[in-house]
């Protein structure tokens, strides 16, 4: 009986791991495909039978894309529209987690925070016409600043409800404490909330840093000047109205790819204690 329960779960590890390395590799093969499709010559890649691999490996379509093209700039405009975007959900996210974390009791406090989750529910084409429109009237488009507060409006409803679930299994006695040593509400949450919230911190902003990274309706909507297109917007001048230039395509999305890989990579530990400190605190 010993021997039959080992094997059966010898068994079902064996299977969740190849179930886990298919998902793996159906997750991985258009990243792989765009790779290959980015080093093959233009005339391989035009080809009417398309290989897989090519016995000709060029990084000519890379080269092509960092230095024939505004590729640069769109990098620093995602690059500045994603790090303001993340400063300023964070700030805002925090103070919405903790102020419906510790006043969950008070009237309305969990009707307004259902309705921020309600309010994502909203198809984002539906509110393009009027954001555009208070967009246009503050003056705020072509601008760092538009984007970033329109990134902002959509990533904090998230944010606050991943930091609010792991404010609520910090002890309310260790606040209860630093006020009876004259400590007030932001020193509490400075000095406190934030130290001990890092890896929740850091995976909420992992969250807003992908969706400012590859947002595209918001930008393509409130930017029209060329020099400040993001990645996301500006890959589309390698699409033309009768041709596609994939070559340059591909290797654009492999370079747009490579800084949210190595910022995972770097942060990965905390990343996993964030998502899971609120099931094993309190």
Known sequence: MLFSKKLKKRILNTVTYILLLIASIYSLFPILWAFLTAIKPGDEVRSANPAF???NPTFENFRSV?????FPKYFLNSVIVSAGSVFLSIIIGVLGAYTLSRLSKAPGTKIFGVSMLLAQMIPVVLLMIPLYRTMMNLGLLDSYLGLIISYTVFAVPIITWMLKGFFDTIPVEIEEAAMIDGCSRIYIIIRIMLPLS????ISAGIYALVHAWSEFVLTFTFVSEDSMRTLSTGVFNF????IVDWGRLMAAAILIII???IVFIFIQKYLVSGLTAGSTKG
Do not use: C, H, K, R
Request: hydrophobic share 60%; aromatic share 16%; charged share 5%.
């Open 53 to 55: 691999f090519t016995s």
């Open 66 to 70: 960092i230095f024939e093209t505004q």
């Open 198 to 201: 890092v890896p929740a911190i």
């Open 239 to 242: 699409m033309g109205l009768w």
């Open 259 to 261: 800084p949210i890989a």
